[in-house]
């Protein structure tokens, strides 16, 4: 069984940092694109930020380009955002999400709060 479990949010000021974590299990997590999506309260959610399975391939929503990295290790079957300047329009609840032979799953999400 697929899990995929976000860790790493809170409250920051703007200008925080913060790095989120994914930690996955129950696939093969080499073999998996993976990605990271945000929703703001009254919006759909959107992509941030992907990668691919052996980490060639990355891209970023225009907004965080510059301002956040997405990484992962494919040892430890973890992936990763790391959040610099942080801003308020950055707030929401972040997912990760793996897609592997054509099957898509989530994780429950981390709250990420930017205000001063």
């Known amino acids: 069984q697929v899990q995929l479990v976000e860790s790493g949010g809170g409250a920051v000021q703007p200008g925080g940092s913060l790095r989120l974590s994914c930690k996955a299990s129950?696939?093969?997590?080499?073999?998996?694109?993976m990605f990271w999506y945000r929703q703001a309260p009254g919006n759909e959610r959107e992509l941030v930020a992907s990668?691919?399975?052996?980490?060639?391939?990355?891209n970023y929503e225009d907004a965080v380009t510059g301002r956040f990295t997405v990484s992962r290790d494919n040892v430890k079957n973890m992936l990763y955002l790391q959040m610099h300047n942080l801003k308020p329009a950055d707030t929401g609840v972040y997912y990760c999400?793996?897609?592997?032979?054509?099957?898509?799953?989530w994780g429950q999400g981390t709250q990420v709060t930017v205000s001063s």
């Open positions: 129950g696939f093969t997590f080499s073999s998996g694109g």
């Open positions: 999400r793996a897609i592997v032979g054509g099957q898509s799953s």
């Open positions: 990668i691919s399975s052996g980490g060639e391939f990355i």
